[in-house]
Nanobody, 124 residues
């Protein structure tokens, strides 16, 4: 079992930046591939970014590529998402998720554990 707690959300103007963090506890963090997803009101949860257990592989949704950077610190059991050049369409609740050993991908079904989410609002 892995417990995930997101932080760092807030209100920011378009063009601004935010850094989200996800603190993990429970089983060894380094065994899990991690991902960020988001869900806007009335929309389905969508993939944002993923990172392999070692951090050696990353994957991004086209909508955030070049603006967002996913990273992890296995020594601190922390996952991060640096978000730059934010747009109003980035407004959503952002969730971090963990996939059990051997799994890695961009669909929600790959992931076994989820945080409660943190709200990101980008004003125009």
């Amino acid at each position: 079992q892995v417990q995930l707690v997101e932080s760092g959300g807030g209100l920011v103007q378009a063009g601004g930046s935010l850094r989200l963090s996800c603190a993990a506890s429970g089983r060894p963090f380094s065994r899990y591939a991690m991902g960020w997803f988001r869900q806007a009101p009335g929309k389905e949860r969508e993939f944002v970014a993923a990172i392999s257990w070692s951090g050696g592989s990353t994957y991004y949704a086209d909508s955030v590529k070049g603006r967002f950077t996913i990273s992890r610190d296995n020594a601190k059991n922390t996952l991060n998402l640096q978000m730059n050049s934010l747009k109003p369409e980035d407004t959503a609740v952002y969730y971090c998720a963990a996939a059990k050993e051997g799994k890695y991908g961009y669909t929600p079904g790959v992931y076994d554990y989820w945080g409660q989410g943190t709200q990101v609002t980008v004003s125009s």
